[in-house]
C-alpha cells in the first residue's frame, strides 16, 4: 500500500483515479493514524484531512487538496519511520521524500491560494528542527482554504478571552497579541488573500499597543506578496522567533484555553512563530512587561543573557618607571592565569588585585604602546589631576560647538580625546576637520621638501611639518556619498568616516589624505568607532551586521550577526573585548570580540537606538533611542537598570563624564541633559530573584536624577564630549 | 521658484497622489519639493520600466506590450538597482565562518599598520582640484561644490623598489608640457630613505587646470606633464561651507 501511495506521489501529473484510489486506500487509516501521530505532538488533531474538505471551489480543487494533505501525510510518515529506524540515511532518504514532496507540491498546487508556498518559503531553513510545524502550518493553511476570515474570527475569541482572565494575568497574555497580529497578517499577506488582510488589518490594528505604531504603519504600506520580498526586515521577522515571557500559570491558562478544538489556528501560529519563555513566579504587571518589551523580536529569553561577560577594566601599564621594569610587569600579567581562578594574593602580583571581572590582558591581541602613546598616557594622568570632580552640586561648564551654514547637512561629528581636534561629516560627502585650539593644522611636506631638511636637528618633528599650508581646517574628500560616522584614533593620527557609499576610510591626520577604503558593507554604514587601544575599529550599517576591522586587513575579522534590522550605532567596551550595537530593530546586543558570540540581548527601547555610552568603569550601559527615553543596562547581569525619561524627541549624543559621576545626553529637540549617574546606579536591586527571571522593578525617579537641561539656539545636539578636565563640549549644527 | 509651485488646491492628481502616500506613511514634515522629486522619480521609473517591456515584446515577437513583459522588466530593474542586503540564514553563515578563525597576533614596532599596498589608496593616480575659497559674489546662494579631478594619464607602478618601468604617458588637453614649479608630490618614499612616512597631496594650493601627476620611482625617474600651473593664495576660513560654483568643463572633459 506505502508503494502503491508512493508511485502515486512521485507521477508528475497524478490522475484523478489515481487519487481517488489513493484517497480510498489510505482514507481508512488516515483519519486514525493523523489523529494518532498528531497527538504525540503538542498540537492536537485538527479536522481529520481524509475526508476533503467541503470547498465551493471545483472538484479538482477538492482534489487537489486532498492529494497535498495525502502528501504531507506521506511526508511526516516517512519522517517518522526513519526517526524509529534507520538514522541518517533513513533520515537522509526521508528528507529527501520530503523535498520531493514539497517540490511536488509546489507544482500540483497551481492556485494562488495554495498553503504550498508556505512550506516552500525560506522556512526551510529550520525544517530540521520544526517538521511538525510545518505539517500543521500546512494543514492549518489547508483548513484555512478558502476562509481566511475566520482568522478574524479567531483572533476575536482570543481577544475575547485573554479579556476575560484574571487581570493578573490578563497584562502577560495580552503580549501575545501583537506578534500574532502581525504574524496572521502577514499569513493571508503572503497567501495573496489581500482583501481579507486588509480587512483584517482595519479591523485590529487599532488594539495594538502605541508603541508599535511605526512598525503597523509600515505593515500598512503592505498588501502584496511582492512587497514583502525586498524587505529583508519582515523576512528575518516571519523566520525569527518573537520570545515572550509568561509565568507559568498564565501560560497553562492560554494553553488549555487554545487545545480546544476551535482554536488550534492560533494555537498552531503561536508554535510555529512565538517562543515562550516560562519563569515560575509571579505574573508580571504591564508597567514591568511595557518597560522591556517594544523591540522587533519580543524579549531576550534568559540564557541569551547569562554568558559571562567580563566587564571590568583592563590594567593600565605602569609607565612613570623607566622601560624595563614596565616590560616585566607585562610578563607577569600574561604569566598570570585566567581570571576565572580566584584572586589570591599570594601570587606574588604587585599590590593591585586581579579584577575577577576584567578579561586577561591576552585575551584579545592588542598593540603595544609606542613612546609616542607612553608620552600621551602621561599627559592622560597630568591632565586628570587637574579634572573639576562633578557632583549633583557641582555640574560641568557646557561648551557648545555649533556648526554654521551646514543646512542639515552635518550628520556626523567627533572630538579627539585630548580635545584638539574636531571633525564634521557632511551630507555632501566631505569630512572637514578643524583645529579647536590655537595651533593649526599642518600637513606633512612633500617628499621633495623632506629631502631637503635636517634630519639631524633636534625640531625634526617640527620641521617636518609644511608651514605653507598651515589652516584651521582642512577639507577631505574621498567618499561618494554622505558621511555618516566619524571617529578619530586615540593617537590622534587617524581618522575613520563611513559612508552611505558603503565604504569605510581610514584618513591620515598627518598627511591628510586618504589612506585605506574597507569594502564590506555594500550599503549604507552608518556608524564607525575605534577601539579604545587603537588598531581595530567596527561599523554597522544597513545589511543588519556589525563588522570588526583591523586597520592593517582589508577584510573584517569579525562579523556581529544577528540583528534584524539596521546596526545604527556600534561602541567598543572600555577594555576593547566587547562590542555594543543599537539596531533600528530596537534592541542592543554586546558582542564578544574574540568568537563573535552574541553574549547579551538588551530590548526596552520603542524606537531604533541612536546612542550608546558605556560608563568608564565598564559595568554599565547607557542607551537612546527615538523614543526619547535614556535607558540604563547592568552589563554584568544583562538587566535594565534605569530609565531617564525627559527628552522628546531622539537621543542622538551621550557620554559618561571622565570618572562616570555624570551622564550627559544630547537630543534633537536641542537640550542637552545632566543626569546622576553615580545615584542611578547606587539604586540597583540586584537579589537573585530579579538576576533569576529578570524581572526589574524601575523607581520612577527621572525627575531626581536630572541635574538641568540646557537649551541651544535651535541646534540638535549631535555629539557630547567631556574632555580630560571634566569640561563638557558639545557640537551640532545650526538649524533655524 | 515658491511661485513655480501649485497651491495645494490646485495641485495635479499625481501630486496629490504623492501627498497622500506621504501622509498615509506619517511622514509629516516636508519640504515641498519632496514631491517634486517623487513626481520625478515616478516618471523616470515608469518611462524605464515601460521602455525595457516594450524590448522585451518585440524580442518576443509580440504586437503588443502585455503584463509579463512589464512583469520581467520590473523584475530586471529590481535586480540591478534595488538590491536588498542579503538574507539572514546567508549572513549568519559567513559570520560563523569568519568567527572561527582566531585573531591575528599584531607585529611590534611595525609602523603604521596599513594592508599590502594594492588595498591602499595611498598612490593615488589623479589630484583633486581644490574650490577657491574666494568670498562668494553670489552670496547668499547655496551652490554646490564642484570637484574636478586630474585625469588619469600616467599609472604609477607599485612604489616598491623595483625596476622603474617605462611610463606611458598620455595627457588630454594639454599645451606644451611645462616644467612643474615646484609642486611635485610623491606616491610613496621608498624604504631606502629612512622616514616612513607616507605623503601625498597636498590639498590647498589651487590649480588653474588639469593636473597630471608625476610618479616617483626610486629616486630619480619623474615623469610629468601639466599644464600651466599657477598657485595661487587661498584665504581659508574657518566657515565650514563657503561654496563656490565652478566650472564644468574641466568635469566634463574627463
Redesign the interface.
Given at each position: 500500500k506505502m508503494a502503491a501511495v508512493q508511485d502515486g506521489s512521485i507521477e508528475p501529473e497524478p490522475d484523478k483515479e489515481i487519487k481517488t484510489e489513493i484517497l480510498n486506500d489510505v482514507a481508512g487509516n488516515l483519519a486514525p493514524a493523523a489523529a494518532g501521530m498528531l497527538s504525540s505532538s503538542p498540537v492536537p488533531a485538527p479536522v481529520p484531512m481524509a475526508a476533503p474538505k467541503p470547498t465551493p471551489s471545483a472538484a479538482e480543487a477538492k482534489d487537489q487538496q486532498t492529494l497535498l494533505a495525502v502528501l504531507q501525510f506521506l511526508k511526516k510518515n516517512k519522517l517518522v519511520e526513519s526517526a524509529g529506524g534507520a538514522g541518517a540515511g533513513g533520515g537522509q532518504s526521508g528528507d529527501a521524500e520530503g523535498g520531493d514532496a514539497s517540490s511536488l507540491l509546489s507544482r500540483v498546487s497551481s492556485t494562488p491560494a495554495a498553503p504550498s508556498p508556505v512550506v516552500a518559503a525560506?522556512i526551510p531553513?529550520k525544517a530540521t528542527g520544526g517538521e511538525q510545524p510545518d505539517v500543521s502550518v500546512v494543514l492549518s493553511a489547508y483548513s484555512q482554504q478558502g476562509d481566511p476570515a475566520l482568522y478574524q474570527v479567531y483572533y476575536n475569541g482570543l481577544k475575547k478571552f485573554i479579556e476575560s482572565v484574571l487581570d493578573c494575568h490578563r497584562a502577560e497574555l495580552s503580549q501575545v497579541f501583537y506578534p500574532l497580529f502581525v504574524h496572521m497578517y502577514l499569513e493571508l499577506v503572503y497567501n495573496n488573500h489581500e482583501n481579507e488582510a486588509k480587512a483584517f488589518f482595519e479591523k485590529f490594528s487599532g488594539d495594538q499597543e502605541c508603541y508599535y505604531?511605526?512598525d503597523l504603519?509600515v505593515l500598512?504600506?503592505l498588501s502584496k506578496r511582492e512587497h514583502m520580498k525586498?524587505?529583508?526586515t519582515l523576512?528575518?521577522f516571519r523566520?525569527?522567533k518573537f520570545v515572550l515571557r509568561i509565568s507559568r500559570d498564565s501560560y497553562q491558562l492560554l494553553k488549555r484555553h487554545l487545545q480546544e478544538r476551535q482554536n488550534n489556528q492560533i494555537w498552531n501560529i503561536i508554535q510555529e512563530h512565538l517562543y515562550i519563555d516560562i519563569f515560575d513566579g509571579m505574573p508580571r504587571s504591564k508597567s514591568q512587561i511595557d518597560s522591556m518589551s517594544g523591540s522587533l523580536a519580543g524579549e531576550a529569553k534568559r540564557e541569551a543573557n547569562k554568558a559571562k561577560v567580563f566587564y571590568g577594566l583592563l590594567k593600565e601599564p605602569e609607565i612613570e618607571v623607566p622601560l624595563d621594569d614596565e616590560d616585566e610587569e607585562a610578563e607577569n600579567e600574561e604569566g598570570k592565569p585566567k581570571k576565572k581562578k580566584p584572586k589570591k594574593d599570594s601570587m606574588g602580583s604587585k599590590s593591585k588585585k586581579q579584577d575577577p571581572n576584567a578579561p586577561a590582558q591576552n585575551r584579545?591581541?592588542?598593540?603595544?604602546l609606542?613612546d609616542s602613546d607612553k608620552l600621551d598616557k602621561i599627559m592622560n594622568m597630568k591632565e586628570a589631576t587637574k579634572r573639576v570632580r562633578l557632583g549633583p552640586e557641582n555640574l560641568p561648564s557646557i561648551c557648545f560647538y555649533t556648526?554654521?551654514?551646514?543646512?542639515q547637512?552635518l550628520t556626523a561629528v567627533d572630538f579627539t580625546d585630548d580635545s584638539s581636534l574636531i571633525a564634521?561629516g557632511?551630507a555632501?560627502s566631505?569630512v572637514?576637520v578643524?583645529s579647536v585650539t590655537p595651533k593649526k593644522l599642518r600637513?606633512?611636506?612633500?617628499?621633495?621638501d623632506?629631502?631637503l631638511i635636517d634630519?639631524e636637528s633636534d625640531d625634526v618633528l617640527e620641521r617636518?611639518m609644511?608651514e605653507k599650508?598651515a589652516?584651521?581646517?582642512?577639507?577631505?574628500?574621498?567618499h561618494s556619498g554622505p558621511v555618516y560616522g566619524i571617529g578619530f584614533s586615540p593617537d590622534r593620527?587617524y581618522l575613520l568616516s563611513s559612508s552611505e557609499d558603503g565604504t569605510v576610510?581610514?584618513w591620515?591626520l598627518?598627511?591628510?589624505?586618504?589612506?585605506?577604503?574597507y569594502k564590506g558593507h555594500?550599503?549604507p554604514v552608518w556608524d564607525t568607532q575605534f577601539s579604545p587601544y587603537g588598531?581595530y575599529f567596527i561599523s554597522g550599517g544597513?545589511?543588519?551586521?556589525a563588522r570588526l576591522w583591523?586597520?592593517?586587513?582589508?577584510q573584517?575579522?569579525?562579523?556581529?550577526?544577528?540583528h534584524?534590522a539596521d546596526v545604527t550605532c556600534t561602541r567598543f567596551h572600555p577594555n576593547s573585548n566587547y562590542v555594543a550595537t543599537g539596531s533600528a530593530d530596537r534592541t542592543i546586543r554586546l558582542w564578544d570580540?574574540?568568537?563573535?558570540?552574541c553574549v547579551r540581548i538588551l530590548t526596552g527601547h520603542k524606537g531604533p537606538i541612536h546612542s550608546l555610552a558605556f560608563s568608564p568603569n565598564g559595568k554599565f550601559l547607557a542607551s537612546g533611542a527615538t523614543d526619547g527615553r535614556v535607558l540604563l543596562w547592568d552589563i554584568g547581569h544583562g538587566l535594565m537598570i534605569g530609565e531617564l525619561k525627559g527628552h522628546t524627541d531622539t537621543v542622538y549624543a551621550l557620554k559618561f563624564s571622565r570618572d562616570g559621576e555624570i551622564l550627559a545626553s544630547g537630543s534633537m529637540d536641542n537640550t542637552v541633559r545632566l543626569w546622576d549617574s553615580l545615584k542611578a546606579f547606587d539604586d540597583i536591586e540586584t537579589d537573585d530573584f530579579t538576576a533569576a527571571t529578570g524581572h526589574i522593578h524601575l523607581p520612577d525617579n527621572s525627575q531626581e536624577l536630572l541635574l538641568g537641561t540646557y537649551m541651544t539656539k535651535s541646534s540638535p545636539v549631535i555629539h557630547l564630549h567631556f574632555t580630560r578636565r571634566n569640561l563638557l563640549l558639545a557640537a551640532g549644527g545650526y538649524n533655524p | 521658484a515658491r511661485s513655480k509651485m501649485a497651491s495645494p488646491k490646485t495641485a495635479p492628481k499625481d501630486a496629490q497622489v504623492m501627498a497622500q502616500i506621504l501622509k498615509?506613511?506619517?511622514i509629516t514634515e516636508y519640504e515641498p519639493r519632496v514631491i517634486n522629486q517623487m513626481l520625478e522619480f515616478t516618471y523616470r521609473y515608469v518611462t524605464t520600466i515601460i521602455e525595457d517591456a516594450k524590448i522585451y515584446a518585440t524580442h518576443a515577437k509580440k504586437s503588443t506590450v502585455d503584463a509579463d513583459d512589464v512583469r520581467l522588466a520590473i523584475q530586471c530593474r529590481?535586480d540591478q538597482s534595488?538590491t536588498?542586503?542579503?538574507?539572514?540564514?546567508f549572513?549568519?553563515e559567513?559570520?560563523k565562518q569568519?568567527?572561527q578563525?582566531p585573531?591575528?597576533?599584531?607585529k611590534?614596532?611595525s609602523g603604521?599598520?596599513?594592508?599590502?599596498d594594492r588595498?591602499?589608496?595611498?598612490a593615488?593616480n589623479y589630484r583633486?582640484k581644490?574650490v577657491q575659497k574666494k568670498v562668494s559674489s553670489s552670496s547668499g546662494r547655496?551652490t554646490?561644490?564642484r570637484?574636478s579631478v586630474g585625469a588619469v594619464s600616467s599609472r604609477p607602478s607599485t612604489p616598491t623598489l623595483g625596476t622603474p618601468s617605462a611610463q606611458t604617458v598620455v595627457t588630454s588637453k594639454v599645451g606644451t608640457p611645462v616644467s612643474l614649479t615646484g609642486q611635485?608630490?610623491?606616491v610613496q618614499?621608498p624604504s631606502s630613505?629612512?622616514?616612513t612616512?607616507?605623503?601625498?597631496?597636498?590639498?590647498?594650493?589651487t590649480v588653474q587646470n588639469v593636473l597630471i601627476n608625476p610618479s616617483?620611482i626610486g629616486s630619480k625617474n619623474i615623469l610629468i606633464t601639466t599644464n600651466m600651473v599657477s598657485s595661487q593664495n587661498s584665504a581659508?576660513d574657518?566657515?565650514?561651507?563657503?561654496r563656490k560654483h565652478d566650472e564644468d568643463d574641466d568635469y566634463d572633459a574627463l
Open positions: 525560506p531553513a505604531e511605526d504603519r500598512s504600506g525586498g524587505n529583508e523576512l528575518d523566520t525569527s584579545i591581541p592588542l598593540p603595544e609606542k556648526f554654521l551654514n551646514a543646512y547637512g564634521g557632511f555632501d566631505t572637514r578643524w600637513s606633512v611636506k612633500s617628499a621633495a623632506l629631502s634630519k617636518i609644511d599650508t589652516s584651521e581646517s582642512k577639507i577631505l574628500h574621498g593620527n576610510r581610514l591620515s598627518q598627511t591628510f589624505t586618504c589612506l585605506v577604503g555594500n550599503y588598531y544597513h545589511d543588519r551586521v583591523a586597520t592593517d586587513h582589508y573584517p575579522l569579525r562579523m556581529f550577526s544577528g534584524l570580540v574574540l568568537n563573535g558570540n | 498615509d506613511m506619517g529590481m534595488f536588498s542586503p542579503p538574507p539572514r540564514d549572513l549568519l559567513v559570520a569568519k568567527n578563525t585573531l591575528p597576533l599584531i611590534p614596532y603604521p599598520r596599513l594592508p599590502p588595498y591602499c589608496l595611498t593615488p583633486l581644490s547655496i554646490v561644490p570637484l611635485r608630490f610623491t618614499i630613505q629612512s622616514s612616512v607616507k605623503s601625498a597631496t597636498p590639498s590647498t594650493p616617483l581659508n574657518s566657515n565650514p561651507l563657503k
